[in-house]
């Protein structure tokens, strides 16, 4: 059943056709349990790409300009020959499971490029969930011949760490004046940060930002070698989306760091990140089987009353819970 499914796909995929590349990646995003066993079955026959495409994780707080900056980055690689793929890790709607950004409206230009694929990648509320759907839909990408993978994330929190280890290079946009409230966003990403951008470095409206931006980018810097050490601290550099204006030399600074990984750090890198996959993948099946579980349903309704009560501490209703789990005889899950 799962390789009927997979094996035609695969040639498809492998030929580069964009609606088999989106079937695949909707395949491996599905949680339901006879998708998983076909996502299984394609990934284990999608082959290896020649070269390792480049991994670029790419975050910000709203209002950054991230899909700007990533279009204008994105039709700068296409020009240059290299086929680009944008996966927006989304919030996902709370009633459907699907993305509620319009990734194809913000990147129009990118959008009707041929040499381009967009598409949004609905975290559907589990961090395991990012992890699983983003990684694998990435080897597909890799498998239809995209050497440049770029993954937008929507602002700047835990799924960022999560998505920080599956790229390459994790590249932070951050903006000139951006207020004593975000001091803190700028202190937990400094810790995941391999390139920082001060983005929208420009005199759009009549208002000169160049400068601010260069002033933002000097006090980064500053901050990160007091973090990191000299040595350690990520380059930061300026550049607007809009204009285009040092898009080039942000690109640049993805590759030099590309290229201090070296071959054999960066295959040690995507080891290790293959090595925190798995586990992402097992707790993922793990939350996934629990909710499958009769005896659970059969329990989860009184836990709840209780607990909402007040007659039930919580540890006492994760017990119960597992408890049930636990006593449940093989075959007991259900679709």
């Known amino acids: 059943m799962a390789d009927s499914l997979a094996d035609p796909l695969v040639d498809q995929v492998r030929s580069g056709r964009r609606a088999a590349v989106s079937r695949a990646i909707t395949l491996v995003e599905s949680s339901r349990p006879e998708h998983r066993a076909q996502a299984r079955a394609l990934l284990a026959a999608l ?175 500053g901050a990160l070698r007091m973090v990191r050490g000299r040595e350690g601290a990520p380059s930061v550099v300026t550049c607007s989306g809009l204009t285009g204006a040092g898009v080039d030399d942000v690109w640049q600074e993805v590759l030099d760091h590309r290229a201090r990984l070296g071959d054999e750090g960066l295959t040690e890198k995507r080891a290790h990140q293959q090595l925190d996959f798995a586990w992402a993948l097992v707790r993922d099946e793990l939350e996934q089987r629990l909710r499958r579980s009769e005896p659970v349903r059969r329990v989860r309704g009184e836990v709840r009353d209780l607990v909402l009560r007040g007659e039930l501490p919580a540890v006492a209703a994760a017990d119960r819970i597992l408890a049930a789990y636990d006593d449940a005889e093989p075959g007991a899950e259900v679709d």
């Open 47 to 221: 082959p290896a790409p020649e070269q390792a495409a480049v991994r670029v994780g790419i975050s910000g707080v709203p209002g950054v300009g991230k899909s700007t900056f990533i279009e204008a980055l994105g039709v700068r690689l296409t020009d240059a020959g290299h086929r680009v793929a944008v996966l927006a890790v989304d919030p996902s709607s709370q009633r459907t499971g699907g993305s509620v950004l319009g990734d194809k409206t913000r990147m129009p230009r990118l959008a009707t490029d041929e040499r381009a694929f967009i598409r949004a990648s609905p975290s559907a509320g589990t961090l395991g969930g990012v992890a699983r759907a983003t990684s694998q839909a990435m080897l597909v990408l890799e498998a239809a011949a995209y050497d440049v993978v770029l993954v937008e994330t929507v602002g700047v929190g835990q799924s960022e760490t999560t998505v920080a280890g599956m790229v390459d290079t994790f590249l932070f946009l951050s903006l000139a004046r951006t207020g004593d409230q975000l001091q803190g966003i700028k202190r937990g990403i400094l810790e995941l940060a391999d390139v920082i951008a001060v983005n929208k470095a420009d005199d759009v409206g009549g208002v000169d930002r160049e400068a601010e931006a260069r002033s933002a980018a000097r006090e980064l810097g």
